[in-house]
């Protein structure tokens, strides 16, 4: 009997993956480059309909035709070096999917390189985190269609479900439409974190409110329109103990923040492709500049003058904060979706924007309900977020709450990127006329740039001197 999928890889992430794939009724071979792993996954899977491979031929061959390879290694070259080493055993109208966090570009040079050899590569975004991978992970492939269909029943059947019992995976489009599409939901996690962040910042050293209150108001806020599993996590953060001093953990933390590099490679994509996401690209700043403990710890020393601020009805404060969090959310989401609206058109992906939002719903990291709306607002119409049906009222309403609550959190010196970079996102994007007047001027004054005018077509150029 030959397996119906194999499974590449059993770190954390392909481990979990291959128990939800077992657990859904299909048989698998897995294989793992260091031995004890293969070993400890088999000893952890007696009794089920999995075969151990130590070796690669072994492996490929013991599976079904056409072969469904899933490869769950670390992304970069690895994955190279991974389909190198499988390649001499596979056969045409085979199918090797990469389950990896893998960068877009080498998707689509993997795609092509093995589409020279009538094998079929899908890129498939996965986000969860392990738990995500064993229980209901949301799902982003891509690729050739027909191959896609081969695997489509597997993968729906191990993805998350949204509350209306829809599979929270579906096919995203060609090539590496479906790593774009997670680096980008990666990009809109950096941001959406960023913002609670800054809120919690706010929180406790401008309105000085105990660890306690702090976590009272974002369990409130997880029953309203901000419900979402990053906010939910971080009341469940909050009040947890540190076991070595029974303090709270999160006051033991050290707040430098890490990062493998999704954020950043979503915002160099932004500066590639002439997409504004102002919001991502200051939350993946606001890591670097986290980093720099030593410096700020200098710093805060030297620049050490009175901010004031801090004295707010409580109350209100937090009503407000409510609202520009969410008001803040629809400006960064409208930058990740105007991201893969521009990636569309320059790469030719069909991309449906309603569908992606939809995948989103259960299972990935920067899942809510207020996903539910986007796709809604998607379905009626093809245009910037905040323009839409669905959410300009909504910014209109909250706009005043989300200006006030920045003045208060500028007053009180918190440091707040990505929240002012989402105002400031709203209000360049709706400026009639801006400034770049004067920068054309300038630029034709010191380099002969040119400009263009507002009352006749052409190029110009003027003597300013
Ligand atoms: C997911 C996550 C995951 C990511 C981690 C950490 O969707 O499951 O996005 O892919 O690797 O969240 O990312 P950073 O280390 O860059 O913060």
Redesign the pocket.
């Known amino acids: 009997m030959k397996s119906n999928l194999g499974v590449f890889g059993l770190g954390v992430m392909g481990k979990s993956i291959a128990l939800n794939i077992l657990n859904h009724g299909y048989t698998i071979s897995v294989y793992n480059r260091e031995t004890e792993y293969t070993k400890s996954f088999s000893e952890l899977t007696q009794g089920k309909p999995v075969k151990s491979c130590f070796n690669v031929e072994e492996f490929i061959n013991s599976l079904e035709m056409p072969r469904k390879v899933l490869l769950m290694v670390t992304a970069g070259e690895a994955v190279d070096k991974v389909i190198e080493g499988i390649l001499p055993y596979l056969e045409q109208g085979d199918i090797v999917l990469d389950g990896g966090?893998s960068y877009f570009k080498d998707t689509i040079r993997r795609y092509n390189y093995l589409k020279g050899k009538e094998i079929n590569f899908l890129g498939v975004?996965?986000?969860?985190?392990e738990q995500?991978?064993l229980f209901g992970?949301?799902i982003m492939p891509s690729g050739n269609k027909e191959a896609y269909q081969k695997v489509q029943k597997i993968l729906e059947d191990i993805s998350a479900k949204a509350e209306d019992g829809k599979a929270c995976c579906s096919y995203v489009g060609e090539s590496g439409s479906g790593h774009y599409v997670?680096m980008v939901?990666?990009g809109i996690?950096?941001a959406d974190?960023q913002i609670i962040c800054e809120a919690y910042s706010f929180m406790k050293d401008g309105l000085k409110l105990s660890i306690e209150e702090i976590q009272e108001t974002f369990c409130e806020w997880n029953k309203g329109k901000l419900q979402s599993y990053l906010i939910k996590i971080t009341s469940e953060i909050l009040l947890k103990k540190d076991e070595f001093t029974n303090n709270y953990l999160i006051d033991m933390i050290l707040d430098k923040?890490?990062?493998?590099?999704?954020?950043?490679w979503t915002s160099i994509e932004g500066f590639d492709i002439g997409t504004p996401i102002p919001t991502i690209v200051a939350s993946v700043e606001a890591?670097y500049l986290s980093s720099k403990k030593e410096e700020r710890i200098q710093a805060s020393k030297i620049l050490t003058f009175d901010v004031g601020g801090g004295h707010y009805n409580k109350k209100e404060t937090l009503k407000a904060l409510e609202n520009a969090i969410y008001a803040a959310k629809i400006c960064c989401y409208a930058q990740g979706f105007e991201l893969l609206k521009d990636a569309a058109n320059l790469y030719d992906w069909n991309l449906d924007f309603g569908s992606i939002a939809m995948l989103w719903r259960e299972g990935?990291?920067?899942r809510a309900n207020f996903l539910n709306e986007i796709k809604e607002a998607f379905d009626e119409e093809n245009n910037n977020l905040i323009l839409t049906n669905k959410f300009y009222g909504k910014i209109i309403e909250y706009q005043p709450d989300l200006r006030s609550t920045l003045i208060k959190m500028i007053e009180c010196g918190i440091y707040i990127p990505a929240f002012t970079s989402a105002l400031q996102y709203l209000d360049g994007y709706r400026s009639e006329i801006t400034s770049a007047n004067l920068l054309q001027a300038q630029r034709d004054y010191f380099g002969a740039h040119t400009y263009q005018r507002i009352d006749r077509k052409g190029t110009f150029h003027t003597i300013w001197e």
């Open positions: 966090n975004g996965i986000s969860g985190g995500g991978a992970p949301s997670k939901h990666n996690e950096y974190i923040a890490e990062q493998k590099g999704t954020g950043k890591r990935c990291i920067i």
